[in-house]
């Protein structure tokens, strides 16, 4: 075994410097055959390559049985046509509004009406945008989501890594304990609560700094083209004011995810930190730094990578409650707001729009797990 | 290594023929027995050797961890709270203060007083009294879902470890369709389902209504888990000594494979209690969980952000009463992690 100081480019190379025991050394040597990638076949025989595509094709009957079960959970619910009538019931109008919601056929047509305009990205008629066609609405609002949530995220991860890492550097101090601290705060504190107490803190009623509900004042085009005349200066003001919107929403959403990534470095960093290729890097003299920068935190943010590829879908999933506490115009508050008004088209293109996120985040995440640590064979 | 050396000794057991495995089980059996045997005929016992039981390490442990004994204490707290709530509300809960019972206009949206630590609500009921009260209902739904879960979860996970072959791709294929299903949307969907639409579940309590769904949507990580646990504790020695005695699947599932699994399982049990409660609150705070005829932590919470901006601490106070017994529920958790963990023995 050889401690290499300088990391090889190659992600092959880890594990001259991971795992140490005959047994991992032999699992990672590679059948030099499948590496031949040049013709056809070459690419079919590629394990990972299999590996993908069949992780893929999983993927679709899952889709579709998704789809299904919320279709029927929709469709049964009760008809789309209580709440828009309520009081105005009058046989000729329900009719025309089965004509609109294509409510008289079968199920199964209807079902595959829908398939038809999701994937054409129609979606049908929307009650609540009053359109026939809500992709622009529906590009708008999920928008709106992954840019906050995937802004938190990644301000998520510049913050957890480093203090995860110096948690688990100085285990047993009162920086861990600070760190451990704020995370389990994080994790425990549901985002209702913190979202109410930064609003309270910071919005109307408080130190009135910031606005504490929406993704922008409304009309603020039309605004900003009154104040300004240049291109650059409009945008710059709009930009500005989103800018300000997003600040509470993210800090609330940051601390959550946050505090789930830190943990998780901790601990794996924790288990690395006490394995003997680092006993061993360090009796061979290697510097501290380049022991946790290098050595262990290739190995400890494994685990943290795949759960970082699954969250890009997740996050969406737990945008409800985030968006209804900042009235933030995105997939969560628009589902609640399309189940409420039973706007089918809506309620089950939002659905599905985050069922395909979440599907596609765990089959990234299956990927890059078995990319980055080779000792896991395909 | 330690494990490479174990599979240098040990031949493996397809290599084996039945008869030979029930020879090198039974050399092993033999000796423990034989070894048994001496240490009782021995006339002095060695003090040390007395071992403990499983439990009583794990008790010892997590009363050595003092955040543990507090987090336990305020668990047991909440659930005595939970059960006996009654004796400590007088009355009812929905008793509302009419406009001439306070000398400061009205009983509605009281500040915290004397008479009203925590407030009053806008209709008049006394906060403090609903928190007590709504105690039960988050605690069913916490500690409810949690066990309805573990049973599908632990169920599922063992028969595919177990069994493995198809029986485990058809489990483990059905565990990632529940998986990759977006949980909130699909609790929501459902609660709307039963509460708008006409079906048989439309008499059920509605705690009762989430519990059921948060159980049936929850356990496909338990079961991930505990299929994988399972199959590491296969190929321990003393499965396949319980294989070659002849010892049922049952027998083998039930007395040698759960015990031994059980430590994740009883931390996973435990911080599902929190996403339940936590999941109630959340549901109830969106308008698909508890109607607000039902005393819960998440209505009251749900009341109060109608007026939020005047009177803040409605909502506050009922998001940290589930946040202080979510903060418990982890560091239980982290604490069990911890205590169950063979590989930290001293």
Redesign the interface.
């Given at each position: 075994m050889s401690i290499k100081p300088k990391i090889p480019p190659s992600h092959l190379d880890i594990d001259t410097m991971s795992g140490?025991?005959?047994?991992s050394a032999i699992s990672f040597t590679k059948d030099p055959n499948n590496k031949s990638s040049n013709s056809i076949t070459g690419i079919f025989s590629n394990p990972m390559f299999v590996y993908i595509v069949r992780r893929t094709l999983?993927l679709i009957p899952?889709w579709f049985?998704?789809s299904i079960?919320?279709f029927a959970?929709?469709r049964?619910?009760?008809d789309p046509r209580d709440q828009v009538l309520s009081g105005r019931n009058t046989e000729a109008i329900r009719a025309s509004l089965a004509e609109r919601y294509r409510l008289d056929e079968p199920y199964p047509v209807q079902f595959y009406t829908w398939l038809k305009n999701f994937f054409t990205w129609k979606f049908g008629y929307s009650g609540t945008f009053k359109t026939t066609d809500p992709s622009g609405q529906m590009n708008k609002i999920i928008w709106e989501t992954a840019k906050l949530q995937y802004l938190a995220l990644i301000l998520a991860i510049a913050i957890a890594i480093p203090i995860g890492i110096i948690a688990a550097k100085n285990r047993n101090t009162k920086t861990d304990y600070t760190v451990s601290t704020v995370a389990?705060?994080g994790?425990?504190?549901?985002i209702?609560?913190t979202g109410?107490?930064l609003?309270?803190i910071f919005g109307?009623?408080g130190l009135d700094l910031l606005p504490t509900g929406g993704a922008g004042t409304p009309f603020i085009e039309k605004i900003a083209a009154q104040k300004f005349d240049t291109g650059w200066q409009i945008f710059w003001y709009i930009f500005k004011d989103e800018v300000i919107h997003l600040i509470l929403p993210l800090i609330a959403l940051t601390f959550f995810q946050l505090a789930l990534i830190a943990r998780l470095i901790r601990s794996s960093m924790l288990e690395v930190l006490n394995q003997d290729y680092i006993l061993a890097a360090r009796a061979n003299g290697i510097s501290e730094r380049k022991i946790i920068w290098k050595l262990s935190l290739r190995n400890a943010i494994i685990p943290a990578i795949t759960f970082i590829a699954i969250s890009l879908g997740?996050a969406?999933?737990?945008a409800?409650?985030t968006e209804?506490v900042f009235n933030w115009p995105g997939l969560g508050l628009n589902?609640?707001k399309s189940?409420?008004a039973r706007d089918m088209a809506i309620?089950l293109g939002?659905?599905m729009i985050?069922?395909t996120f979440?599907?596609v985040s765990?089959l990234i995440a299956d990927i890059l797990y078995v990319y980055i640590d080779p000792r896991i064979r395909v | 290594m330690e494990k490479s050396k174990v599979h240098q000794t040990k031949p493996k057991r397809s290599d084996m023929t039945k008869k030979q495995q029930r020879e090198f089980y039974a050399s092993f059996i033999t000796r423990d027995i034989a070894e048994t045997v001496t240490i009782r005929e021995g006339t002095e016992l060695d003090p040390n050797l007395s071992s403990e039981s499983w439990g009583r390490t794990v008790w010892n442990r997590i009363q050595e961890n003092s955040v543990a004994v507090h987090s336990l204490r305020y668990m047991v707290f909440i659930v005595l709270l939970a059960i006996f709530y009654s004796a400590f509300v007088p009355g009812s809960v929905f008793t509302t203060l009419g406009i001439e019972t306070s000398s400061l206009g009205g009983g509605s949206d009281q500040y915290a007083n004397l008479r009203h630590p925590f407030g009053t609500d806008s209709t008049g009921r006394d906060i403090l009294m609903l928190l007590l009260a709504g105690s039960y209902t988050s605690m069913l739904v916490g500690i409810g879902s949690a066990i309805i879960f573990l049973i599908i979860g632990v169920f599922f996970g063992l028969v595919a470890g177990y069994y493995g072959g198809y029986i485990e791709e058809i489990i483990m294929r059905f565990t990632d369709f529940v998986l990759a299903i977006p949980f909130l949307l699909i609790a929501i969907l459902a609660l709307h389902l039963i509460k708008e639409g006409n079906s048989m579940l439309d008499e059920l309590p509605t705690p009762v209504v989430i519990l059921l769904i948060l159980g049936l949507f929850g356990w496909a990580g338990t079961s991930r888990l505990v299929d994988a646990t399972t199959k590491q504790v296969l190929n321990e020695e003393y499965i396949a000594a319980a294989r070659t005695l002849d010892a049922t699947d049952r027998r083998i599932i039930l007395r040698h494979i759960l015990p031994n699994i059980l430590a994740p399982i009883i931390v996973v049990g435990t911080l599902g209690i929190a996403t339940g409660i936590l999941s109630e609150a959340g549901l109830t705070f969106l308008g698909f969980g508890n109607p607000a005829t039902v005393v819960s932590w998440g209505t009251v919470l749900t009341n109060g952000t109608d007026n939020i901006r005047l009177h803040p601490q409605q909502t506050i106070l009922a998001g940290f009463a589930v946040f202080f017994v979510a903060m418990a529920v982890n560091l239980l958790g982290d604490a069990l992690r911890d205590a169950l963990d063979p590989r930290l023995k001293r």
């Open positions: 140490m025991t005959e047994d999983v899952l049985g998704i079960v919320t959970l929709i049964v619910s009760g389990l705060l994790l425990s504190m549901p209702y609560l109410y107490i609003i309270r109307g009623g997740t969406l999933a737990g409800p409650i209804t589902f609640v189940l409420k309620s939002i659905t985050i069922t979440i599907l765990n | -």
